[in-house]
């Protein structure tokens, strides 16, 4: 058996102690005879998964009790609809940042809900840079404002945020538990699974207690935030799987240090891969310095007729899944959690081969 090193965007690179363990665990979940798989939802068993889950969340984000965590079906994809569908009722406009394709489809979906304020936009710059705090254009009257704190196909990414009465709603599907974050300042938070934390199939939402009365009773039941907090995520049948999985995850990342120490790594990995792109002039990246992503690198070769045979080699090198988003095209390399530095330094290396035998 060899295992290569994924760089795929999502479904990404999962740890392999966690694969082993699952393994382990696939035929006989704890002397129960059976994998969590094949468990009721509503079994003891079940429920002490998914108890674990929040519980490790909650330890490893620092969430307090104004915060309620859920895990909602459908993707990041349904949450841009859930989201102004609980949230909007009684307001007239929601508040988006425009940084990239991902908030682009965010905005697509809640205008369908109502207005939509873009309080700014990096679009006019091909969407390389997060506008400064000093342009954005917050209406303090709608019912919140909502970032993408990190573009997974363009590589953006941006760690602060403004000061606003409104509660602030992160989509988080590709940088969550990469870096530290002081959950207190925002009203939600949500994100995908299938990036950063297990497999696709489940969202991780943290909701402020406080915007849960928002939800009306007209929502459709399983879309309605204060109904799955009232059920503990379960109305109908959960995603156990990836929920068992994510509490794995959840375990690996604790006895790792947590996310302080994986942002240690995430730094050392960032700066090695943007190093040896910016110290060379056959890669470039675009995007503005102070807004690169720590998780999604995208890069270019300076002759792009090359890109072909870049991608053809790297695969054959064991190194997978770099093409860009297919909307862009160039190279992407995602560099999440679970994705080791020898991972990252294998790339360089054969980065630094491939423009020696073609620069
Ligand atoms: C992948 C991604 C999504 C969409 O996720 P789905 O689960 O495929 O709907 C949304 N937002 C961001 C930032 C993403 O990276």
Not at 325 to 342: D, Q
Request: charged share 20%; with cysteine; aromatic share 10%.
């Amino acid at each position: 058996m060899s295992r290569v090193y994924n760089f795929c965007s999502g479904p990404a690179a999962l740890p392999e102690e966690v694969l082993l363990k699952a393994q382990k665990e696939m035929l006989d979940w704890h002397g129960v005879g059976m994998s969590v798989m094949e468990m009721s939802h509503r079994s003891d068993e079940f429920v002490s998964v998914l108890h674990s889950a929040k519980a490790r969340l909650a330890r490893l984000l620092n969430i307090n009790d104004d915060y309620e965590i859920l895990f909602v079906q459908g993707g990041a994809s349904s949450l841009f609809a859930q989201i102004p569908a609980n949230l909007m009722a009684g307001y007239r406009s929601s508040s988006y940042l425009d940084t990239g394709a991902w908030s682009v489809k965010a905005i697509k979906e809640a205008t369908k809900y109502g207005e939509v304020q873009v309080v700014a936009s990096s679009k006019s710059d091909n969407y390389t840079h997060v506008p400064s705090f000093s342009d954005w254009n917050i209406d303090e009257s709608s019912a919140y404002l909502h970032i993408t704190p990190n573009e997974t196909i363009g590589g953006v990414e941006f760690a602060d945020l403004p000061e606003t009465n409104l509660p602030i709603v992160a989509d988080l599907s590709s940088t969550i538990l990469s870096r530290e974050i002081d959950v207190s300042r925002y009203g939600m938070i949500y994100a995908g699974a299938q990036k950063n934390v297990g497999p696709a199939g489940v969202v991780i939402c943290i909701v402020r207690k406080d915007l849960l009365a928002r939800s009306q009773e007209s929502l459709p039941t399983t879309w309605n935030f204060a109904n799955l907090a009232a059920n503990d995520s379960m109305i109908n049948t959960p995603p156990t799987f990836a929920i068992y999985l994510a509490d794995l995850v959840f375990e690996w990342l604790e006895q790792r240090g947590g996310v302080a120490a994986m942002e240690t790594v995430n730094i050392e990995k960032s700066k090695l891969l943007y190093q040896a792109i910016d110290n060379s002039q056959f890669y470039s990246n675009p995007i503005h310095i102070n807004s690169r992503s720590r998780m999604n690198v995208p890069f270019v070769l300076a002759d792009a007729s090359l890109e072909k045979t870049f991608l053809a080699e790297s695969e054959v090198a064991g190194l997978k899944t770099l093409a860009g988003h297919r909307s862009v095209g160039g190279m992407r390399a995602s560099i999440y959690n679970a994705m080791p530095l020898e991972g990252v330094q294998a790339l360089v290396d054969f980065m630094l081969s491939f423009e020696k035998r073609y620069g």
